[in-house]
């Protein structure tokens, strides 16, 4: 009778011990591999072109903070590719955060860390991710996604390395505007001439020697300007107003009708002399009336002058 109550109390023990190991066993899986168990959770997808060392059991993070793991990763075909899809375990107590506005990004925990997702924050009134729906992602920096966008940049600063060499070795051969200012004494020289003309020409000006000293340094010409500025303006304000005899002419449209028809009358009278049946224009356009006229004019020229030289052939006076 000892020995059975023995054995029962060895078996109770027993029971008690693989009990308590068994549970401590789950414990140390649900908490070493991260799994929600016990809370309620939907699931999110993403679609991704390379996992970047993405694992199953990958923690899922928003905005930092840990809500859930990544619970399946399969590679689905689809117009003639392949991409990677990534089922995600989100606590339910998040799904409200998670909206049409967030994106998810790969990211590593530390500088050498496991890779996981970050989901950003969503907003308030962006409608909220549901069952099964999928997350935008964000492309996020790799060492290994670098290297093809880093290739074509290295080529370029070769090539600019290589260009700045060739430049410098013509700089030091004294080629170039700047090789021989670095080299060449004379070239030097010329640009010490320059400055020193240059000098010069700035001691002038401050001395105020010349017209652009003068116009710099002297206030009375810039007065000067300014008044017969001033005057020109006063001018043309008169002109435009339309005062004065210019002003009048370029603004009173009596005054050019007047010359207009003064102008009109002087054709009139031209157009009239250039007719025959007038006496002017008779006179005008007739030869032989001119030629007529030249002769009487001779004529009478010779009387007069008879007529002083010998008067008495023309005027015969007797008291009886």
Excluded: C, W
């Excluded at 109550?5 to 109770?12: A, C, D, I, L, Q």
């Excluded at 011990?17 to 591999?33: A, E, P, Q, R, W």
């Amino acid at each position: 009778m000892h020995n059975i109550n023995s054995r029962k109390n060895n078996m109770k023990v027993g029971y008690t011990i693989f009990s308590g190991l068994v549970i401590l066993i789950l414990f140390t899986i649900i908490v070493g591999t991260g799994e929600n168990f016990f809370s309620k959770t939907y699931n999110l997808n993403l679609a991704v072109k390379e996992t970047e060392g993405l694992k199953k059991g990958g923690a899922v993070l928003l905005g930092g903070l840990k809500i859930g793991n990544i619970t399946d990763i399969e590679i689905v075909p689809e117009d003639n590719n392949n991409k990677i899809i990534l089922e995600l375990s989100i606590l339910q107590e998040y799904a409200g955060k998670i909206t049409a506005g967030s994106t998810a990004s790969i990211e590593t925990l530390g500088l050498l860390g496991d890779k996981m997702v970050n989901i950003s924050l969503g907003k308030y009134n962006e409608e909220p991710l549901r069952e099964g729906d999928f997350l935008k992602v964000k492309e996020s920096f790799s060492l290994e996604t670098a290297g093809t966008a880093i290739g074509p940049i290295l080529s370029k600063l070769d090539g600019i390395v290589t260009d700045v060499k060739t430049i410098t070795g013509k700089v030091s051969a004294g080629n170039g505007t700047i090789g021989k200012l670095l080299v060449e004494d004379s070239a030097v020289d010329k640009l010490d001439k320059i400055i020193e003309e240059i000098t010069s020409i700035v001691s002038s000006i401050n001395s105020s020697k010349g017209l652009i000293g003068k116009l710099i340094n002297e206030p009375g010409l810039y007065h000067d300007l300014a008044s017969i500025t001033l005057n020109i303006k006063t001018i043309t304000d008169s002109l435009a107003s339309g005062k004065g005899t210019i002003g009048k002419l370029l603004r009173d449209d009596l005054l050019y009708n007047e010359v207009n028809n003064i102008t009109s009358g002087l054709n009139n009278i031209i157009r009239i002399t250039e007719k025959d049946s007038t006496l002017i224009g008779g006179s005008l356009n007739d030869k032989n009336l001119y030629i007529k006229l030249n002769t009487l004019i001779d004529e009478l020229n010779f009387l007069v002058t008879d007529i002083r030289e010998n008067p008495t052939r023309y005027i015969n006076v007797s008291v009886f």
